[in-house]
């Protein structure tokens, strides 16, 4: 006859307790530092290279604007455009860091933004600025005059 075990007397191989365990610990602390790795950071105010802060969609909206360019006319007329109208494209490109040129990091740069405005507009208007560029810290208020005069749509 054959000796069928009992469920108390069937027992795993000690061997690979340790290592299941050392594994369990050691993806349970990875957890802990990966969730709690930013708390420092917002909770104290200090800030260290081994507990990295979550940083999501960094530098996306820097030097896009948010806004109208304004263009008068000689006679007082005023048109509006959006800063896709001015930069005449149809939309941002998907990937902003690589694709873009046309970012505004100064406000230098807006003649280069809107150059193509500025070819289609007349030597007797103005185009002007009003809204807000995407920065670092956040949205930056501007309202630039004479943009095609400033710097004749060169980009430095």
């Not at 950071?41 to 304004?70: A, C, D, K, T, Y």
């Not at 809204?131 to 943009?147: H, M, Y």
Request: net charge negative.
């Amino acid at each position: 006859m054959t000796d069928v075990p009992t469920p108390g007397t069937v027992s795993r191989p000690q061997s690979g307790n340790l290592s299941m365990l050392a594994r369990h610990i050691a993806f349970g602390l990875f957890a802990v530092l990966i969730y709690l790795g930013p708390a420092p950071g917002q909770i104290f105010g200090s800030h260290s290279p081994w507990l990295r802060e979550w940083v999501m969609f960094s530098g996306v909206g820097v030097g896009i604007p948010n806004g109208r360019f304004v263009v008068r006319h000689e006679d007082g007329a005023e048109t509006m455009h959006t800063p896709l109208e001015a930069a005449d494209i149809e939309q941002y490109p998907l990937i902003l860091h690589y694709l873009f040129e046309n970012r505004i990091f100064a406000t230098e740069h807006f003649a280069h933004f809107a150059a193509p405005l500025c070819a289609t507009a007349p030597e007797t208007s103005s185009v002007r600025f009003e809204g807000s560029v995407g920065t670092r810290q956040g949205w930056q208020a501007l309202k630039i005059e004479n943009i095609c005069a400033s710097s004749e749509g060169k980009k430095p």
